[in-house]
Nanobody
Framework: QVQLMESGGGSVEAGGSLRLSCIAS????????MAWFRQAPGKNREGVAA????????YYLYSVMGRFTISEDNGDYSRDLQMNNLKPEDTGTYYC?????????????????WGQGIRVTVSS
């Protein structure tokens, strides 16, 4: 089994920055991709950023491109999400996810492991 531990998040005013961290533990050897998803109240969960381990360009939700950055490989199974120039519409619960087979946002149900979620609130 794999456990995902998320940290960071919180409340910030519009234009501010936050950094989310996620590290995987347990049977991590078969993880090929980690991603961040978010869910706002009353809305569906959506993919925000994802990146393969071992190379390849990252995936970003169009509305966060140029503002959010998902971290590169650093020797462990972790992925940080640096969020700059935050907007009120970025408010939601953010989830870290890990997959053994896929990457990107096409099939969220294909992600094998999920974190508990961490709250991000951006006030105007």
């Amino acid at each position: 089994q794999v456990q995902l531990m998320e940290s960071g998040g919180g409340s910030v005013e519009a234009g501010g920055s936050l950094r989310l961290s996620c590290i995987a533990s347990g049977n991590t050897a078969d993880i090929t991709c980690m991603a961040w998803f978010r869910q706002a109240p009353g809305k569906n969960r959506e993919g925000v950023a994802a990146r393969w381990f071992g190379g390849g360009a990252p995936y970003y939700l169009y509305s966060v491109m140029g503002r959010f950055t998902i971290s590169e490989d650093n020797g462990d199974y972790s992925r940080d999400l640096q969020m700059n120039n935050l907007k009120p519409e970025d408010t939601g619960t953010y989830y870290c996810a890990a997959s053994r087979t896929i990457c990107g946002f096409g099939t969220p149900s294909a992600y094998d492991y999920w974190g508990q979620g961490i709250r991000v609130t951006v006030s105007s």
